[in-house]
Nanobody, 121 residues
Framework: QVQLVESGGGLVQPGGSLRLSCVAS????????IGWFRQAPGKGREGVSC????????YYMDSVLGRFTISRDNAKDTVYLQMNSLKPEDTAVYYC??????????????WGKGTLVTVSS
């Protein structure tokens, strides 16, 4: 059974940092693109950042560019999201998503249950 488990969320003051982790079990992440999404209270889910499976190309939404960094350690089946200079508007539940490579893992798509990040003084 495939599971993605996020951790690292919590309460942090504006300007602070957190590092989120997404650990996979039941699957190796080599053939998956990994994305971080978030959902703030009363809002829809939005894509924050993602990293490709083979080439490692990264993407960031405009509002986190320069503040967040996504990385992956395939040996540990773990993806990280380093979040610096956090702002109150970053407050949300953060979710990890693994999407299978179109050739090697077509149609596979997994989600974690999320970890809450609260940025407040």
């Amino acid at each position: 059974q495939v599971q993605l488990v996020e951790s690292g969320g919590g309460l942090v003051q504006p300007g602070g940092s957190l590092r989120l982790s997404c650990v996979a079990s039941g699957v190796t992440l080599d053939y998956y693109a990994i994305g971080w999404f978030r959902q703030a209270p009363g809002k829809g889910r939005e894509g924050v950042s993602c990293i490709g499976s083979g080439d490692g190309i990264t993407y960031y939404m405009d509002s986190v560019l320069g503040r967040f960094t996504i990385s992956r350690d395939n040996a540990k089946d773990t993806v990280y999201l380093q979040m610096n200079s956090l702002k109150p508007e970053d407050t949300a539940v953060y979710y990890c998503n693994a999407e299978g490579h179109i050739l090697f893992r077509p149609g596979e798509d997994y989600w974690g249950k999320g970890t809450l990040v609260t940025v407040s003084s």
